[in-house]
């Protein structure tokens, strides 16, 4: 069984910072794309960044430049440092991995998800 583990959520002021973390834990054999995804209530799940076990990342329009995604393999863990912060940011944001795990007789690969972490940025 895999779990991710998000923290790093809160209240902050426009213009402020957060930076969010993920950590994977249980029978990992090997953690391929991660990355952040955003929900508001009433609207659909939203890409936020991804970034592959090779470093390569892909942002939303409506952060680039803002935010910054990072992972430590080691540590198996994804950052997203979110720096001047808008209140149209405010949502839950949840973590998300694309991970192989050893089976019976070979590996399965799962997609898995954070419960979210909430965000709320102050006018």
């Known amino acids: 069984q895999v779990q991710l583990v998000e923290s790093g959520g809160g209240l902050v002021q426009a213009g402020g910072s957060l930076r969010l973390s993920c950590a994977a834990s249980g029978s990992i054999f090997s953690i391929n794309s991660m990355g952040w995804y955003r929900q508001v209530p009433g609207k659909q799940r939203e890409l936020v960044a991804t970034i592959t076990s090779g470093g390569s990342t892909k942002s939303a329009d409506s952060v680039e430049g803002r935010f910054t995604i990072s992972r430590d393999n080691a540590k198996n863990t994804v950052y997203l440092q979110m720096n001047s912060l808008k209140p149209e940011d405010a949502a839950v944001y949840y973590c998300?991995?694309?991970?192989?795990?050893?089976?019976?007789?070979?590996?399965?690969?799962?997609?898995?998800w954070g419960q979210g972490t909430l965000v709320t940025v102050s006018s």
């Open positions: 998300n991995a694309g991970v192989t795990v050893r089976v019976f007789g070979g590996y399965r690969s799962l997609e898995v």
